[in-house]
């Protein structure tokens, strides 16, 4: 079965606080295609990263980081230093052999001033 | 300039009534897709369409939908007889190519209301 768990339905941070968004997946494939989006209120989908099976080395782009590790089929997204202009639901998605994406339950991040 | 422009943003219709979301790509793309979102839900695949065929459809996208890319450039959902529980946010999406070397780019979205 292939599927994305986003466990956290909704995180509440302080600005400046550093906050993880935990994303697990389950797939059979040996390559994959996993993604991170974030949802603010206006209701667009933006694309924040795109990670393939095969490459593990985390990624940092600016104040965003993500952790993919095989081992524990994770691919968790930390944000450092939370604004208020992160607040937004962010969706983690698995593509495997096929076109579609299969996405989690989303995490709503609030970040209070 | 958006790469995905979808048309109407929000739409609001009858029961039973057939309506048609509109998706216009600004660049050559070669892979088509319809997700939709009901409202505080998780985003669901709907339909992938390549080479002027649906390539893959789930459950959802029953007889009631349908798609097509008429002119080579607009890409339409269809639904012929909406029901209350189409309300959803709508995306198109497009890619160029396999997605190993082409992400995935959303559209903003329509907004059906089924009322």
């Known amino acids: 079965a292939q599927k994305v768990t986003q466990a956290q339905t909704e995180i509440s941070v302080v600005e400046k606080e550093d906050v993880t968004l935990d994303c697990v997946y389950e797939t059979r494939d040996t390559t994959y295609y996993l993604f991170w989006y974030k949802q603010p209120p206006s209701g667009e989908l933006v694309f924040l990263i795109r990670?393939?099976?095969?490459?593990?080395q985390n990624e940092i782009s600016g104040r965003y980081s993500w952790n993919f590790q095989k081992s524990t089929s994770s691919f968790n997204f930390t944000i450092t230093a939370s604004q208020v202009v992160d607040s937004a639901v962010y969706f983690c998605?698995?593509?495997?052999?096929?076109?579609?994406?299969?996405f989690g339950t989303g995490t709503r991040l609030q970040v209070f001033p | 300039e958006p790469e995905v422009t979808q048309t109407p943003s929000h739409q609001v219709t009858q029961m039973g009534q057939e309506v048609i979301l509109r998706c216009v790509p600004i660049?050559?793309?070669?892979?088509f897709y319809w997700y939709r979102q009901i409202l505080g839900q998780k985003v669901e695949f709907l339909v992938s369409?390549?080479?002027?065929?649906?390539?893959?459809k789930s459950e959802i996208f029953d007889d009631q939908f349908s798609v097509e890319r008429p002119d080579g450039s607009n890409f339409t959902l269809k639904i012929r007889s909406t029901k209350l529980e189409d309300s959803a946010m709508y995306f198109c999406v497009v890619t160029g190519g396999p997605v190993r070397r082409y992400g995935y780019t959303f559209g903003s979205g329509t907004r059906l209301t089924v009322v």
């Open positions: 990670r393939n099976s095969f490459d593990e």
């Open positions: 660049s050559n793309h070669l892979y």
């Open positions: 369409f390549y080479n002027n065929e649906i390539s893959e």
């Open positions: 998605a698995l593509r495997r052999n096929t076109d579609k994406l299969i």
